[in-house]
């Protein structure tokens, strides 16, 4: 089930496995398929059973969120307009980019903080702002911002939890459950909003009845 898998995993990778996944997932080309919302809530759970130490756990993960951003940023600003000629790999899919990209035109700098909550779009977000050449100062301050408001309080909300729900844990897997479709909710609405997206689908829809 997914909340043991989850657990187990936690167990498995420990403080350097998890600083590495959120680190990946903030700003790594192959992190955006990582669960960094159901995994910093399953952390903060597992610090309020004692598997964790939560004083350790808090600074670790937001200081993750906060440098794999800069690394994603600096990636953007040094490769530039390349990223969206590169053709769709195993570990890169252009539409997230432009997803992203969309996203942050749409919403401007508060998006570095937004895109927090929305999966694979946190993890373009930074590219595109270094892609963008966002001024470094601007960039960082939304970026501390995002990574405190994202890793600091959802790891916070599992600890809370975890500490003053009595046998929290056998809800554990509906709230993972909710934490992921609630993340995933502004993607599915862009892409029920997104006409071409719309159009994409029925041509080939069309052309795979034709076949």
């Known amino acids: 089930m997914l909340h043991f898998d989850l657990i187990a995993l936690i167990k498995t990778v420990g403080y350097l496995g998890l600083f590495g996944i959120i680190f990946a997932e903030s700003g790594l080309f192959f992190g955006f398929f990582l669960p960094g919302d159901s995994l910093l809530f399953t952390a903060g759970f597992l610090a309020s059973q004692d598997y964790l130490n939560i004083a350790i756990l808090l600074p670790l993960l937001m200081v993750a969120a906060v440098l794999g951003d800069n690394v994603g940023y600096a990636f953007g600003r040094k490769i530039g307009p390349a990223i969206f ?17 969309k996203f942050f035109e749409k919403h401007g700098r508060k998006t570095i903080i937004l895109a927090r909550f929305i999966p694979a779009v946190r993890t373009f977000v930074p590219i595109l702002a270094g892609v963008g050449q966002m001024q470094y100062h601007v960039f960082f301050g939304f970026n501390v911002l995002g990574g405190l408001l994202w890793a ?14 009595p046998n929290v844990d056998r809800y554990l897997l509906p709230i993972i459950a909710a934490i992921v479709i609630l993340s995933l909710l502004p993607t599915v609405i862009h892409v029920l909003r ?12 069309v052309e795979k009845n034709d076949d």
Do not use: P
Request: charged letters at 30%.
């Open 85 to 101: 000629s590169k053709e769709d790999s195993l570990i890169f899919n252009k539409g997230n980019v432009v997803r992203a990209q």
């Open 152 to 165: 600091g309080g959802i790891t916070s909300l599992g600890y809370f939890l975890g500490a003053t729900v």
């Open 194 to 205: 997104d006409k071409e997206l719309r159009n994409r689908w029925q041509r080939r829809k």
